[in-house]
Nanobody, 118 residues
């Protein structure tokens, strides 16, 4: 019933931009903190950015200053605007929804591929 669907990935040149979207269903979206994570080949999944119900944001050092996370509760969607992309940003990007109350829940999307290459 819970579904997170990422979109917006693709191939982009270094220095380019992409905007990822994650549409959620089956949850009360406004009750969840949302996040973007990524996993590159041979590496562990790592945090990219998070945004709370109150719109507080947190970014990995590698994302800070280049990426912006936002959410639209009316559309049940979280976004990741990625600018000044680098080859090291190449990864599968995953959307996450999590809450700690009244029950601890965490959900993941299937991911969308981002490739930064010349």
């Amino acid at each position: 019933q819970v579904q997170l669907v990422e979109s917006g990935g693709g191939l982009v040149q270094p220095g380019g931009s992409l905007r990822l979207s994650c549409a959620a269903s089956g949850i009360i979206f406004s009750s969840y903190a949302m996040g973007w994570y990524r996993q590159a080949p041979g590496k562990q999944r790592e945090l990219v950015a998070t945004i709370t119900r109150g719109l507080s944001t947190n970014y990995a050092d590698s994302s800070k200053g280049r990426f912006t996370i936002s959410r639209d509760n009316a559309k049940n969607t979280v976004y990741l605007q990625m600018n000044s992309l680098k080859p090291e940003d190449t990864a599968v990007y995953y959307c996450n929804a999590a809450r700690g109350w009244p029950e601890m829940d965490s959900y993941w999307g299937q991911g969308t591929q981002v490739t930064v290459s010349s």
